[in-house]
Antibody, heavy 124, light 107 residues
Framework: QVQLQQSGPGLLKPSQTLSLTCAIS??????????WNWIRQSPSRGLEWLGR?????????DYAVSVKSRIIINPDTSKNQFSLQLNSVTPEDTAVYYC??????????????WGQGTLVIVSS | DIQMTQSPSSLSASVGDRVTITCRTSQSISSYLNWYQQKPGKAPKLLIY???SLQSGVPSRFSGSGSGTDFTLTINILQPEDFATYYC?????????FGPGTKVDIK
């Protein structure tokens, strides 16, 4: 059974860097059939996919255009985890942040499982 | 980006009712459509993938249908634990996008 455990601070000041980690058990961050995603949820923006990292002979990353200039998602193979770094946060980045695995099957691709979520508040 | 809409945005129902939620996409996505259930304070949980495939462990009263741009999630014989918010999500293209959600509450 795959499980994802998130960690990281929940309170930031504007202009600081948001850093979260998602530890994986039951699967490998280097899996050739999975991708490792960050998704956030806020009342104003709903569920918003931020980006992913995945290994297919080499490491790849994709990011949402809305955060592309500020985001890095990195794998850590030594600890079997992946991380989210979001720079120069503003109050608009206040949200619950989730990590999630995505896998591709014959007729689709879906997010499962999800981490427990981390409420991140950006306030001066 | 593919835009997602859901209707209704909320509904009130009773235990034992049949509930239908609709999701529409801004362009054809074949069957690349997933449904999730979310309860307060919890992460979304996968119910249906590829428009109509039931995720392992999900009760058979949940079913999905549709293709192209119009999709439906049906809950037959609504149970107390089904009161939650439901989201559709497309996996046809990146960025992955979600619907705004449908909240099902108790009548």
């Amino acid at each position: 059974q795959v499980q994802l455990q998130q960690s990281g601070p929940g309170l930031l000041k504007p202009s600081q860097t948001l850093s979260l980690t998602c530890a994986i058990s039951g699967d490998s961050v280097s899996s050739n059939s999975a991708a490792w995603n960050w998704i956030r949820q806020s009342p104003s923006r709903g569920l918003e996919w931020l980006g992913r990292t995945y290994y297919r002979s080499k490491w790849n990353s994709d990011y949402a255009v809305s955060v592309k200039s500020r985001i890095i998602i990195n794998p850590d193979t030594s600890k079997n985890q992946f991380s989210l770094q979001l720079n120069s946060v503003t109050p608009e980045d206040t949200a619950v942040y989730y990590c999630a695995r995505s896998i591709t099957v014959l007729r689709g691709n879906y997010f499962d499982p999800w981490g427990q979520g981390t409420l991140v508040i950006v306030s001066s | 980006d593919i835009q997602m809409t859901q209707s209704p945005s909320s509904l009130s129902a009773s235990v034992g009712d049949r509930v239908t939620i609709t999701c529409r996409t801004s362009q054809s996505i074949s069957s690349y459509l997933n449904w999730y259930q979310q309860k307060p304070g919890k992460a979304p949980k996968l119910l249906i993938y590829a428009a109509s495939s039931l995720q392992s462990g999900v009760p058979s009263r949940f079913s999905g249908s549709g293709s192209g741009t119009d999709f439906t999630l049906t809950i037959n014989i609504l149970q107390p634990e089904d009161f939650a918010t439901y989201y559709c999500q497309q996996s046809y293209s990146t960025p992955r996008t979600f619907g705004p959600g449908t909240k099902v509450d108790i009548k």
